[in-house]
Each structure stands twice: as C-alpha cells, then as structure tokens.
C-alpha cells in the first residue's frame, strides 16, 4: 500500500516521477492538472468552466477541485493506493485532504518536495512547449506556486511526514532517490 503526495513547482518533473513512481508502486497516479486537461479537451462543463483559468496560469477554484478529488479516491482503483500530483494546491486543499483522508481512513506516507531552482524551472518549461507554458505564464504560474502551494512545504514539515528529493539531477538520478524513500 503506497500514499504519496508529491509536492514542487510547475517544471520540477513532478508528472515524469509521480508516472514512475505510480508503475513502480502499482498505484494510479491522480494528477488533477491531467484530470482538467481532459475535461478541457472533452469540453465537459467543468473544462468549459477551468480553461480560462488555466490558459492564464491561475489555479481553478477550489470548488471546482475538491468533489473531483473525492469522487477520484472513491474509485475502486485507489483503494489499493496512490500517487498525488498537482494536489493540493493550496492550504485549503490540503485540510480538505486532511479531512477526507481520515474519513475514508487512508493516510499518506509521505509529501515528496521535488526541490528544483527558479532558473532552471523556466528553461525546462520553455523547452516542454505546452500550451499554458509562454514565459510570461510560466511566470506568473511561478509566483502563484511561491503565494499559495509553497507554504506546504511548511504545512507538511510541522506534521514530520515531509521528504525533500533534489529535482535537478537527470531524471533517472531524482527516480533513484525517488524510489529509496518510497522503498524505506
Ligand atoms: P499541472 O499539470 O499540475 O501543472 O496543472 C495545470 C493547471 O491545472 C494549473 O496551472 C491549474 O490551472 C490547474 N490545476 C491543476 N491542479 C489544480 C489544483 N489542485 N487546484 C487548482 N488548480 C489546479
């Protein structure tokens, strides 16, 4: 049984090594922002209703999130599991989580902080080319990270349940460190 949240910045490698880290733990990986991606592409009310936020690198309500997420760890596929990533975002997000967690009785492990500088976060996300990835949204996105997610590293740190991996090291390297918390 493996719970894992994995925390950091847009550009940190958090989709690449929560995808591995869900193989390699034979858990699904939930990631909100593919969740939302989805539900964009598909147009479904609630993509209707996120793509403006995410075209201009805001975070979607929270309204919006909070049932998604619930109704996701209901499914029978996260009974046995999972791996977290682009959730929570924020400091309500997380005592929601909280609270839903010890509802259905499944704690996490571990918060994974993938640890990644400033610098090195805009060129890698200059070079992924998405469609919210212009550098001025990438900015902008950055600085929603520092107001609002940022500050659970320190949500999480105070309840001992946080790990900081290095994010810049290749990729294989930060999957090696990866797996050593993971596999105790
Ligand atoms: P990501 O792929 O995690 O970088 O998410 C892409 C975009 O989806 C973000 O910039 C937000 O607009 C939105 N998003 C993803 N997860 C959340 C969340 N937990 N809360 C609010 N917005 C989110």
Redesign the pocket.
Known sequence: MTRLILLGP?GAG??TQAKLLSDICSVPHI????I??SAVAEKTELGQK?QQ??S???????E??LNL?RERLSQPDAQKGWVL??????VP?AEFLDKLLDEIDQPFDFVINLDVPDEVIVSRLIKRGRQ?DAEDIIRH?LE?YRQQTEPLIDFYRSRQRLVSVDGNQEMEAVNADLRKVVEG
């Open positions: 847009p958090k989709g990631s909100t922002g593919d939302l991606r996120a936020y995410m201009a690198g805001e975070l979607v309500p929270d919006l999130i997420i990533d682009g959730f929570p975002r924020n997000q919210d996105r929603v």
